[in-house]
């Protein structure tokens, strides 16, 4: 008897769907996704699916979508698929971006965190749920 495949669930909708190899990473070695973290964005999206598109720039002239934002949960998503899960056409959002210069800046807006979470928000937060 052979084992059945798990699927990851989409659970969001973009302004379009795309196979995961079709997406390129434009943001190098920026980012590191350790074991730990790896393991605990895998748990994430067994709970909750795939529940935001990843921000990509279609590059017209050569038809590429890269991704601004996302690179780590393709990361996840390929590295699932050689453990045997199905991924299915993932959600994308398309961001306009007038030359490679301007997506590299994205990438970095992206990547920012301007709102920070103190002691007393987070307790107030919880303190809901």
Same mark, same amino acid.
């Given at each position: 008897?052979?084992?059945?495949?798990?699927?990851?669930?989409?659970?969001?909708?973009?302004?379009?769907?795309?196979?995961?190899?079709?997406?390129? #990473?434009?943001?190098?070695? $920026? /980012? !590191?996704?350790?074991?730990?973290? &790896?393991?605990?964005?895998?748990?994430?999206?067994? %709970?909750?699916?795939?529940?935001? #598109?990843?921000?990509?720039? $279609? /590059? !017209?002239?050569?038809?590429?979508? &890269?991704?601004?934002?996302?690179?780590?949960?393709? %990361?996840?998503?390929?590295?699932?698929?050689?453990?045997?899960?199905?991924?299915?056409?993932?959600?994308?959002?398309?961001?306009?971006?007038?030359?490679?210069?301007?997506?590299?800046?994205?990438?970095?807006?992206?990547?920012?965190?301007?709102?920070?979470?103190?002691?007393?928000?987070?307790?107030?937060?919880?303190?809901?749920?």
């Amino acid at each position: 008897m052979t084992k059945a495949k798990k699927e990851i669930r989409i659970t969001c909708i973009g302004s379009d769907f795309v196979d995961i190899d079709d997406l390129i #990473p434009l943001q190098g070695d $920026l /980012k !590191e996704l350790s074991e730990v973290n &790896y393991q605990k964005y895998k748990n994430s999206i067994l %709970k909750h699916g795939f529940s935001e #598109p990843v921000s990509v720039w $279609l /590059k !017209e002239s050569n038809d590429a979508h &890269y991704i601004l934002n996302g690179t780590q949960k393709v %990361k996840t998503c390929r590295r699932m698929r050689e453990e045997g899960f199905i991924v299915p056409l993932v959600p994308i959002n398309l961001v306009d971006c007038k030359d490679e210069n301007e997506a590299y800046e994205k990438i970095l807006a992206f990547a920012s965190q301007y709102g920070e979470i103190s002691d007393k928000s987070f307790q107030d937060y919880c303190a809901d749920y």
